[in-house]
């Protein structure tokens, strides 16, 4: 049974920063890529950053230059490093595959506001 559980969201002003982590179990992590989802109120949910198992990185555009992913295949995690926030990142986010399995976790919010 694959699952997800991410933490580290919070409320954070405009221009602050956040950590997000997620574990993953009943995968084979090392072999997946890794990702980063968001969906905000009334949106789609969309793929944010992704890590190929070669380390290989992709960021949608909106976060170029202020998010780093990252993974450790030794814990079976990934994470998010968010610096320079913008109200306009208020979501939910998750992890998952980049082509992502029918097993969401609960998510994580994160709430840029002043």
């Known amino acids: 049974q694959v699952q997800f559980v991410e933490s580290g969201g919070g409320l954070v002003q405009p221009g602050g920063s956040l950590s997000l982590s997620c574990t993953a179990s009943?995968?084979?992590?090392?072999?997946?890529?890794a990702a980063w989802w968001r969906q905000a109120p009334g949106k789609e949910r969309e793929l944010v950053a992704q890590?190929?198992?070669?380390?290989?990185?992709k960021y949608e555009d909106s976060v170029k230059g202020r998010f780093t992913i990252s993974r450790d295949n030794t814990k079976s995690s990934v994470y998010l490093q968010m610096n320079n926030l913008k109200p306009e990142d208020t979501a939910v986010y998750y992890c998952?595959?980049?082509?992502?399995?029918?097993?969401w976790g609960q998510g994580t919010q994160v709430t840029v506001s002043s």
């Open positions: 009943g995968v084979y992590f090392t072999v997946i890529t």
């Open positions: 890590i190929q198992r070669d380390g290989t990185i």
């Open positions: 998952n595959a980049a082509v992502p399995f029918d097993a």
